[in-house]
């Protein structure tokens, strides 16, 4: 299978302050990646997702970044609220039309100080 | 619209015995998908299926079975219980091809004892 790891398990902000959580993966060969938010008790929710023809992806307070080069992938979260408290998952897909077999990280939890 | 909706939403089983977990989504999706989430290890993939009366194995599909009759639904049957099954379980659909997103349900609580 894939590995798909992230550099951090937990990470703390403060309430206003920009959050970043970082996330390796090993197949060079996968061409798309999203982020997942988790709430407790809840299903994984999507983020923001990128393909591998982009470097950059902006939505609403959040952006990826991907660099192919080290194959490393970042959440940037903008003005962190006490709502964004949660576990981010990344996820790398290779399209191999088999279907769209993600490969989850471990998570990251985020816990945001107010 | 409901999306992605399971059924149990907790279950607890005795070693041994068997259970159906049953997943219906609403949005015409191809493709369908059961993970488990243990503490962690983040989501591993069951099986998955591509459409109508296909299935396929995941990276950990043993002690499994699944079944995909109709295209809204997508069922995963353990046959013989084992505390190793004890985790929290996702289904998910997505359409068919490249490059799109899965949406989750909100998860079946599974004990083994």
């Known amino acids: 299978g894939e590995s798909v790891g992230l550099h951090l398990p937990t990470l703390s902000v403060q309430e206003g302050d920009n959050s970043i959580i970082n996330c390796a993966y090993s197949n060079s060969a996968s061409d798309y990646f999203i982020w997942y938010k988790q709430e407790s008790g809840k299903g994984p929710q999507f983020i923001i997702d990128?393909?591998?023809?982009?470097d950059k992806r902006q939505g609403q307070r959040v952006t990826v970044l991907l660099n192919k080069t080290v194959k490393h992938l970042s959440l940037q979260i903008a003005a962190t609220q006490p709502g964004d408290s949660a576990v981010y998952f990344c996820?790398?897909?290779?399209?191999?039309?088999?279907?769209?077999?993600?490969?989850f990280g471990t998570g990251t939890s985020l816990t945001v100080i107010p | 619209n409901a999306g992605v909706t399971q059924t149990p939403k907790f279950r607890v089983l005795k070693t041994g015995q068997s259970m159906t977990l049953l997943c219906a989504q609403d949005m015409n999706h191809e493709y369908m998908y059961w993970y488990r989430q243990d503490p962690g290890m983040g989501l591993r993939l069951i099986h998955y299926s591509v459409g109508e009366g296909t299935t396929a194995k995941g990276e950990v599909p043993d002690g499994y079975n699944v079944s995909r009759l109709k295209k809204q639904n997508f069922l995963l049957g353990l046959e013989s219980a084992a505390p190793s099954q004890t985790s929290v379980y996702f289904c998910?659909?997505?359409?068919?091809?490249?490059?799109?997103?899965?949406?989750f349900g909100q998860g079946t609580r599974l004990t083994v004892v």
């Open positions: 990128i393909r591998s023809n982009m």
């Open positions: 998910a659909s997505s359409y068919a091809g490249a490059n799109t997103e899965a949406f």
């Open positions: 996820a790398e897909n290779e399209n191999l039309n088999t279907g769209n077999q993600f490969y």
